[in-house]
């Protein structure tokens, strides 16, 4: 039986997907952004789920519907035959993506077809399927473009790009068919046939190196997985899977087994990632093979262990993506060009970048340029024949700020610092030299006010300007008790509206990162930014960026020290707009029972605690914060057998709870699906009984502090007019966020 399918893949391997699919022998396919459709039998996706190197998803279109409201979409997914893909005991994910004026919210739209799935599967069989966020039987994929629904069964189950081998990864590991995409555009297939060797000077965790061999011998990328998404299906074909596994495996053995494996090398100067792309090559079981070794740029020649007279260097050095990295970036690239002209005449040359302007360091002249995209940054791959027809004039130059006389090194240092910030400035744009200039009349003015009130953490800028759409945020720190505080900044994009093309706003968020670290002269690893981009899946509970924990420093706010950490998480782990609120509870905590409910890293709970509260209880599902909590307590010197932490639904730990609190803390999010919740939270929805049991748990003239960050959010007063509320939203908004009065609001609520 023939059916129509739909391969996704990252932005710029549209073409390369397409000519992979016809090899595979699909057919009557069409290529869109990010993805090509393609028609075969049920064998035909299994072998693009086990041999694409380049698609992302395999989906198995079920139905398109118009869904102009919320009742359209549960009617519309409520009508398929889901007795027929999944068994009414089985595990059910689905992946939401897309918005329109009815379903605002991914997550809301993805529990509206979960309901309708599992009501399909209820009146059926009298029983539920559960809901699976790892490993579900049955994974859907739903797609809502204006209010066009596209419903399809997810094949792949997790994105193809996860081999299986990665078990380590440095700071910005490159995606798997990424890597794939750059190693065929460059004509690795057909170099790797002729015998041709492959080397990366700074290969990092591996990967290029792994999907090279995988290419070279044969390997179907998806033998290393553990699972995919049809296995569990109700209309799998285990007979044909095991079929086509056996033949990939038989290939795999074979390619292995060939005397003419091509040479593949790789060498970077960080012996941590090294390590990880040991470990990495070990989980793929190529160690027999590949290797690495800790190797500087400058020493980086043709090995010798035998004769290789031709092949390619691949590489994807560093590119700078803040104007402040450039300028060292610059030598690094301009070595590599040396080593290239030097060492390797006669062979190819591959340099994949963000910046193809460093390539011109090189001295080598591209023969082709490729565009890419790496996650959303728009990219190039180079490619060059090394030949002296391809030499242009050499940049690499003696540099003073390498000589050996300390003197000589200050000035030059300086001499490039004043040079640089000519440099930056002239390379402006005029939005960012706008944007420049707000952030420096920012600047003056906040500076003063938190000098005064003694505060170091503040919002320097709030979307001021509408085209850059971002928060930044200053904090001043450190990383070590006895060492003077330092400057750092966090930038968070906000997610651009759907009116604003995708890559106007990466240009936008590349001009934030030209003016920040040009108007707060800081170095550039004490500036995190952070980007939203549409139908990406992260949550802001994800980890962002792995860095050394000497990174993380400890900020004052009052009485409270608190640790913040810039890079593993969207937020920092301190709310910078409930600072009036966290104040106010420190003076009303003396002698007092606090509550913390739904308490993140517990700071409110710290300042209560240093403010003479008799004893503090908090309450919130995330292990990561409350452990964060735990450390913040032990940096004041907190203990927590009077300061207890819960990890608990908040609103289950209410229901059940039967103690009393003096003061009590409100502040939940606007909308929340943890796994660990049995329901979906909705501020708006749920408020009152949230209320209700709070109050419970509140004494004789007590005071509980409700708060929400929801801008739509209306108090329910009439179904709460048994209590006595008064808002203090206006007082609780510092001079830092004047510009934005709706990043909360808040009320008093005794009895």
């Given at each position: 039986m023939t059916h129509q399918f739909f391969a996704t893949c990252p932005k710029g391997l549209e073409g390369l997907l397409y000519t992979e699919l016809q090899t595979l022998g699909?057919?009557?396919?069409?290529?869109?952004?990010?993805?090509?459709?393609?028609?075969?039998?049920?064998?035909?996706?299994?072998?693009?789920?086990?041999?694409?190197?380049?698609?992302?998803?395999?989906?198995?279109?079920?139905?398109?519907?118009?869904?102009?409201?919320?009742?359209?979409?549960?009617?519309?997914?409520?009508?398929?035959?889901?007795e027929e893909h999944l068994s009414p005991n089985g595990s059910l994910l689905v992946d939401f993506i897309?918005?329109?004026?009815?379903?605002?919210?991914?997550?809301?739209?993805?529990?509206?077809?979960?309901d309708a799935i599992v009501d399909c599967l209820r009146d059926f069989s009298g029983e539920?399927?559960?809901?699976?966020?790892?490993?579900?039987?049955?994974?859907?994929?739903?797609?809502?473009?204006?209010?066009?629904?596209?419903?399809?069964?997810?094949?792949?189950?997790?994105?193809?790009?996860?081999?299986?081998?990665?078990?380590?990864?440095?700071?910005?590991?490159?995606?798997?068919?990424?890597?794939?995409g750059i190693l065929i555009r460059a004509g690795w297939p057909e170099i790797a046939a002729q015998g041709g060797a492959l080397l990366d000077p700074m290969c990092g965790s591996g990967t290029i190196?792994?999907?090279?061999?995988?290419?070279?011998?044969?390997?179907?990328?998806?033998?290393?997985?553990?699972?995919?998404?049809?296995e569990r299906w109700l209309n799998h074909r285990n007979d044909i899977w095991l079929e086509l596994r056996e033949e990939a495996f038989a290939r795999k053995k074979a390619g292995l087994a060939r005397e003419n494996l091509p040479e593949i090398r790789g060498y970077d100067a960080d012996v941590n990632v090294i390590r990880a792309a040991e470990d990495n090559i070990t989980s793929a079981e190529l160690d027999h093979w590949l290797r690495v070794s800790r190797k500087e740029l400058k020493d980086f020649v043709k090995p010798t262990h035998k004769a290789m007279d031709f092949g390619i260097v691949i590489s994807n050095p560093p590119y700078g993506e803040r104007l402040g990295e450039i300028e060292s970036l610059k030598l690094l690239y301009a070595h590599m060009g040396e080593r290239l002209r030097n060492e390797f005449q006669g062979w190819r040359a591959a340099v994949f970048t963000g910046n193809p302007e460093l390539g011109k360091q090189m001295g080598l002249r591209a023969d082709k340029?490729?565009?890419?995209?790496?996650?959303?940054?728009?990219?190039?791959?180079?490619?060059?024949?090394?030949?002296?027809?391809?030499?242009v004039q050499s940049r690499v130059e003696q540099d003073a700020r390498f000589s050996k006389d300390a003197d000589e090194r200050r000035e030059a240092e300086q001499r490039v610092k004043i040079e640089n910030k000519k440099e930056q400035e002239a390379a402006l744009s005029n939005g960012a030299q706008m944007l420049v200039n707000r952030l420096q009349k920012n600047l003056k003015q906040l500076e003063k006010w938190a000098k005064k009130n003694e505060i170091s953490c503040y919002r320097l800028y709030d979307a001021d300007m509408p085209e850059y759409s971002a928060a930044i945020d200053i904090y001043?720190?450190?990383?070590?008790?006895?060492?003077?505080?330092?400057?750092?900044a966090h930038v968070q994009e906000y997610a651009a509206p759907k009116s604003v093309d995708e890559d106007k706003a990466a240009a936008r968020f590349v001009e934030i990162e030209q003016a920040v670290p040009f108007v707060l002269d800081i170095p550039d690893s004490h500036i995190s930014y952070k980007q939203r981009r549409r139908n990406k899946g992260s949550s802001q509970y994800e980890k962002l960026n792995e860095r050394p924990t000497g990174d993380l420093f400890s900020v004052q706010e009052g009485q409270?020290?608190?640790?913040?950490?810039?890079?593993?998480?969207?937020?920092?782990?301190?709310?910078?707009?409930?600072?009036?609120?966290?104040l106010m509870i420190a003076n009303l905590a003396k002698d007092k029972r606090f509550l913390n409910l739904f308490c993140y890293t517990a700071t409110a709970s710290v300042h209560a605690a240093m403010a003479g509260a008799r004893y503090t209880v908090s309450v919130d599902m995330s292990n990561t914060y409350l452990n964060w909590a735990r450390k913040n307590y032990a940096l004041n010197g907190l203990s927590e057998s009077r300061n207890r932490l819960e990890q608990a639904d908040?609103?289950?730990?209410?229901?059940?709870?039967?103690?009393?609190?003096?003061?009590?803390?409100?502040?939940?999010?606007?909308?929340?699906?943890s796994k660990r919740m049995e329901d979906v939270l909705d501020v708006q929805r749920d408020h009152v009984q949230m209320i209700n049991h709070a109050m419970r748990a509140l004494a004789e003239g007590g005071t509980l502090i409700f708060s929400n960050n929801l801008r739509t959010f209306k108090l329910d007063a009439e179904a709460l007019s048994a209590y006595t509320i008064k808002e203090i939203s206006a007082k609780t908004i510092d001079e830092d966020f004047k510009r934005n009065p709706k990043i909360h609001q808040c009320w008093l609520i005794t009895h």
């Open positions: 699909a057919q009557e396919l069409r290529e869109t952004i990010a993805g090509i459709y393609f028609s075969g039998d049920i064998a035909m996706a299994y072998r693009v789920c086990l041999w694409s190197r380049l698609a992302n998803k395999v989906l198995l279109p079920m139905a398109s519907f118009e869904a102009n409201s919320q009742e359209e979409l549960y009617d519309g997914v409520r009508e398929l035959r889901w897309g918005t329109n004026d009815a379903i605002r919210n991914t997550q809301f739209g993805a529990v509206k077809v979960k539920r399927p559960s809901v699976a966020k790892r490993d579900p039987d049955l994974r859907v994929n739903v797609r809502l473009a204006k209010n066009k629904v596209i419903v399809s069964i997810d094949l792949s189950g997790d994105s193809l790009h996860r081999r299986g081998y990665r078990v380590k990864q440095g700071s910005a590991p490159m995606k798997e068919n990424l890597a794939a190196l792994i999907e090279a061999a995988l290419i070279a011998a044969d390997i179907a990328p998806g033998l290393m997985r553990g699972s995919f998404g049809f340029k490729y565009k890419f995209f790496n996650g959303t940054i728009p990219s190039e791959l180079l490619l060059f024949s090394i030949s002296s027809d391809a030499f001043r720190g450190q990383t070590q008790p006895n060492r003077a505080p330092q400057l750092y409270a020290k608190l640790h913040i950490n810039m890079w593993q998480y969207l937020d920092t782990g301190l709310f910078l707009d409930h600072r009036p609120v966290r908040c609103l289950k730990w209410l229901e059940n709870n039967d103690q009393q609190f003096d003061l009590i803390l409100l502040d939940p999010p606007s909308f929340s699906n």
